[in-house]
């Protein structure tokens, strides 16, 4: 091989669930190769490592505690966080430290101070040539691109609104099964920040920039946690846009994850992860009325991508592929990835934006947050002003 196509050296760090999906899918990319695995738990590693080489066919990676003790063992060219939130920035620091390029599981972290430190080191490391990216695999979904090329080049007119709704359901036994789920300080949230943080990111990066959250929280359906199992927010945008969230993990028997982005000459929803319609006004039309519009979904995406088409058993590992082949495309062209921290760091800043207004009771806007005026306020479900008052 020349030096150009040589694989890239990758380290996971973290080998649970969320480690296996990421070592799955660097696996299928031929300039990728994972030389070590980095777990606090040793026989997370070990266990990880038996499972890579029996179900991947890989040659088996090296297993360490910590990761400069894998750094310090051979060279490393991606480090790759899979690790809780909170200890993301450490590493983060670590890996950069030693001259590696590194990608972080989303959310980029569950405090704004420690991501806003992410997001200091991060530019520094783009100073030095490195990349940095935060795991957002739906915005490489075939779907997604089109909607978001749609209302980013003008396709849809002067875009008006915009719909994310998660309605997905957890037991109790969901909840139960670990100290750490339902917790403010080790899961960061619940229904938004847990399962609807992927679908929040898409709806600002359809959008654009947001400037203003109101929302209102609630605990529902499930005991014995701290955190919302629905939330519903509107969302005004600099344009002029409003876009409303709703996620919860009340919607039982579990239904879909839906999008809908709605212009004055257009308008897509993606149902799933597809393409459910979309549809725009001729564009040399002078005044459409929509009666000639027809639904040009299977026009724009793979059969599989359409409402309803079969994606194949791969479908969550396709997903990080696609990142991943994006980032190797930024590393060999020395460029930015299609994913920066400083869009991970907005989608966060709307989450918890969310949240503090639902605590407040009152509208919060997007700067109060990126700021960190609001970083001392300790976040609840629901309204604990309203609250305390009863």
């Known amino acids: ?33 994972i030389t070590a695995l980095v777990d606090a738990v040793p026989a997370a590693a070990t266990a990880l490592a038996d499972q890579v080489v029996s179900e991947l066919g890989i040659p ?8 400069p003790d894998a750094l310090a063992a051979a060279p490393v060219d991606l480090v ?35 991501a806003r430190r992410i997001l200091e080191l991060a530019r520094e490391a783009e100073k030095q040539g490195l990349v940095v990216s935060v795991i957002s695999q739906h915005r490489f979904d075939p779907s997604s691109v089109v909607v978001a090329r749609a209302a980013h080049d003008g396709t849809f007119g002067r875009v008006t609104s915009g719909l994310a709704s998660v309605a997905w359901w957890r037991s109790q036994e969901y909840y139960d099964s670990g100290q750490w789920r339902g917790t403010w300080e080790l899961d960061g949230g619940g229904a938004v920040m847990n399962q609807g943080v992927h679908t929040v990111d898409l709806l600002v990066w359809f959008l654009g920039k947001p400037v203003e959250v109101f929302a209102q929280t609630a605990l529902l359906a499930h005991d014995r ?20 969230i709703h996620a919860t993990t009340a919607a039982y028997p579990g239904l879909s994850v839906r999008l809908q982005v709605h212009g004055d000459r257009g308008s897509a929803i993606i149902d799933n ?10 564009p040399d039309a002078v005044d459409p009325s929509g009666a000639s519009v027809t ?9 599989g ?19 991943y082949r994006d ?21 966060l800043a709307v989450v918890r934006a969310l949240y503090l207004s639902a605590t407040l009771g009152r509208a919060v806007a997007v700067d109060e947050v990126i700021s960190g005026a609001l970083d001392s306020v300790t976040v609840s479900t629901g309204c604990a002003q309203k609250e305390a008052s009863k």
């Open 80 to 114: 790759v966080i899979c690790t809780p939130s909170g200890l993301h920035v450490q590493l983060a620091e670590e890996a950069l430290a030693a001259g590696t390029h590194v990608v972080i599981e989303k959310p980029l972290d569950v405090s704004m101070d420690r």
């Open 305 to 323: 991508e359409v409402r309803g088409g079969d994606r194949g058993p791969d479908r969550f590992i396709e997903g990080h592929l696609r990142q």
């Open 327 to 347: 980032v190797v495309s930024a590393i060999r062209e020395q460029r930015a990835p299609g994913v920066t921290v400083e869009d991970a760091f907005g989608s």
């Open 295 to 303: 639904n040009r979904a299977a026009e724009l995406v793979p059969a």
């Open 60 to 67: 088996r990676p090296a297993e360490f505690v910590t990761l």
């Open 273 to 282: 992860d597809q393409l459910e319609y979309f549809g725009a006004a001729d």
């Open 1 to 33: 091989m020349s030096e150009a196509t040589t694989p890239l050296t990758v380290a996971i760090v973290g080998c649970g669930i969320i480690g296996l999906n990421h070592a799955r899918a660097i696996a299928r990319h031929p300039e990728l190769t």
């Open 225 to 244: 946690v701290e955190i919302e199992d629905i939330a519903v927010a509107t969302v005004q945008f600099e344009s002029g846009a409003l876009g409303v």
